[in-house]
């Protein structure tokens, strides 16, 4: 079914809202100007078919380009000093430029999250507006398709919102002659937001009320999560508490208990998922997001375009051995989660080469990159917590606020309770065969090491390519193997991860390692056996601080929990820690400027809306 000769429906501030909005998953069509009998406005909402039709329609844009994918994530990651613009030096300028914050109105990053969020808007109005209309249908679907569209509504003002201030509120389709709506305040705005939400918890059921064929449709625990989050950003913390501890005690959600699984499919939809956007990878390429394509490994083992990279400053900032920074981090020669094996190899054309593993899905996949299936996680237990915790803190709940921040550090680090201070990882089947292991037993290796572990003399993966041969091959400089802890033989991770949970922060454990080293690619490598005596320090111990250094812990749980999942930079603004966050990243923040994005320069000259300070 397509769409036609629906009236121009739209604020009048999208220039670039040409086409108009199908109502079936997907689907958009231009105007014509006379309807040759498929379906309009006027006639559409005339059965309950329609009206989840209409509402899927609101989804299906969750999907686009425009909402979830290019500029979205280099407004929401690159631009803040967990990320960098990634892929090739002269790839992607605009997101350079957000990358550096040196970017304008005329930035296409700006233009493009605009009008996808208002096409969103746009078919959330549509349905609002039909879905009353349709004479005969179940009164509870018709409340709940409508609270569906008003969570959905609210969902993309609060990006709006957080991306430009305050914007044109539109909460209905215009005629032509209505197009031109005035910037309405933050605060104007906000109460939109809020409005919805309150009516959308009324209305929506909670997610155990859903079968498996409803995964993934706007819930009481959604809307309440989104508005406990609306309240954080205006500093409305006894709301925002009110809100997020009634999504904890609902009962309804869970911390998974696998972190790095749940970006796996085998973590969508989990006890964990509060919203997430639905996708599926098919050959007929009509329900998959582009949103992994963007951040896949670039090159050999070709799994996207390689933007959107973690930086230097994000993989310091984990704690030591936190086990959420190789979960988050797809590096290269790591075998990439899909239990193939495989690996990204050394891309000479890439700077300090990182990848988004949240993001990752494997080549092996029906249709092509752009069509990806994997569901892009917006609201997840574990940020609900934290926003519980801080909302706790802030109004003077200091224990409580403990006890969020304290199950999220220990669903993190699982059955262990020390670290050595080292990231261990399965070595690849290409690497054991480059160095030819003979009798080494272990395929466990550091891929990363620090405190105790750096000072016991262990050494982490140095790994390239030779450049002077063609094709290049691999050369392994220097690999530590661990081929023990405290007695206990390892051969794989499940035998590293069983030795260290018997291991107690304080302790001293002996580690046994194997060290390989490579002079050219090709050559034998050299051995040496050692054994190192490592002292375990505690791994992600339970916080006991108040006041502000709690509110300060919190921020930095926030920081390492939901990496690289498109929640920093509004995080780091509304906290007031850019300017020195930038500074460290060697960026510079201009205050009273950077806090919004512009609004998009097209906007400004065709309809006169006022800009924002400093552009």
């Known amino acids: ?85 990634g892929s090739t030096p002269a790839d992607g300028s605009f997101l350079l430029d957000l990358d550096n914050l040196t970017f304008d109105p005329g930035n296409n990053a700006f233009s493009g999250t605009w009008a996808g969020y208002y096409r969103g808007i746009f078919r959330a ?34 990006f709006l919102v957080r991306a430009y201030g305050g914007v044109p509120l539109v909460t209905e389709p215009l005629e032509p002659d209505e197009l031109e709506q005035p910037r309405a305040s933050r605060e104007e705005t906000y109460a939109l937001i809020e409005s919805d939400l309150r009516a959308a918890i009324e209305a929506l059921p909670e997610e155990s009320a859903y079968g498996a064929a409803d995964a ?27 809100q997020a501890t009634a999504v904890i005690n609902s009962g309804e959600y869970a911390l998974y208990p696998d972190y790095a699984e749940l970006f796996s499919y085998a973590g969508e939809n989990s006890s964990e998922s509060v919203f997430e956007v639905q996708t599926v990878s098919t050959a007929e390429n009509n329900a998959g ?6 951040q896949g490994a670039r090159g050999n083992l070709n799994l996207g375009w390689g933007f959107n990279q973690p930086s230097d400053q994000l993989e310091e900032d984990f704690e030591p051995g936190d086990p959420r920074r190789e979960a988050t981090i797809l590096y290269p020669w790591e075998q ?37 299936g994997v569901n892009i996680r917006r609201i997840r237990y574990a940020d609900v917590l934290l926003v519980a915790a801080e909302a706790a803190a802030r109004t003077g709940r200091d224990a409580e606020a403990q006890r969020y921040l304290n199950e999220v550090r220990a669903r993190a680090r699982g059955e262990m309770t020390a670290t050595l201070g080292l990231q261990v990882e399965a070595l690849a089947p290409s690497i054991a065969q480059v160095l030819n292991l003979g009798g080494v037993d272990s395929r466990v290796f550091a891929r990363r090491v620090e405190g105790a572990a750096a000072e016991a003399g262990l050494v982490p993966l140095d790994a390239g390519l030779d450049t002077e041969v063609e094709p290049a091959p691999i050369v392994v400089r220097s690999i530590d193997l661990v081929t023990s802890v405290d007695g206990a033989a390892v051969q794989s991770l499940a035998d590293y991860e069983a030795a260290m949970a018997s291991v107690t922060p304080g302790q001293t454990v002996s580690v046994g390692v194997v060290r390989l080293r490579q002079a050219d690619a090709g050559a034998a490598p050299t051995r040496e056996d050692l054994t190192l ?79 924002n300070p400093g552009y």
């Open 216 to 242: 993934g449709r706007a819930t009481k625990g959604a809307a309440r999560s989104l508005l406990a989050k609306a309240h954080l950003y205006q500093e409305e913390y006894e709301e925002a508490y009110q």
């Open 336 to 372: 990439i989660p899909d239990g193939s094996g495989r690996v990204p190899y050394l891309n000479p054309q890439i700077q300090n080469q990182r990848f988004n593993q949240k993001a990752f899905e494997s080549p092996d996949r029906a249709g092509n990159q752009g069509n990806s």
């Open 289 to 294: 997001s582009q949103y992994s394509q963007v």
């Open 533 to 611: 005596s490592v002292t375990a320090e505690a791994l992600l111990p339970d916080v006991t601080a108040s006041g502000d250094a709690l509110v300060q812990a919190i921020w930095r749980e926030r920081g390492s929990e939901l990496a690289m999942e498109q929640h920093r930079w509004f995080d780091i603004i509304r906290q007031g820690r850019a300017p020195e966050l930038m500074a460290a990243a060697g960026k510079t923040f201009i205050v009273g400027k950077h806090e919004l994005y512009p609004i998009p320069q097209a906007e400004v000259e065709s309809f006169g809306l006022q800009q």
């Open 125 to 158: 109005n549509v349905a609002l507006e039909g879905i009353p209309r349709v004479p005969q249908m179940d009164e509870a679907l018709r409340a709940r398709l409508i609270g569906e569209n008003q969570f959905l509504r609210a969902y993309y003002y609060s």
């Open 1 to 85: 079914m397509t769409f036609r000769s629906f009236p121009l429906a739209r604020p009048a501030t999208l220039v670039a809202l040409l086409a108009t909005a199908g109502l079936q998953g997907g689907c958009d069509s231009f105007l014509e100007p006379e309807p040759r009998g498929e379906l309009t406005t006027d006639n559409f909402f005339e059965t309950e078919a329609h009206a989840v039709q209409a509402t899927n329609a609101t989804y299906s844009y969750l999907r686009n380009w425009n909402v979830h994918v290019f500029g979205w994530i280099g407004m929401t990651d690159i631009a803040s000093d967990q990320s960098v613009k």
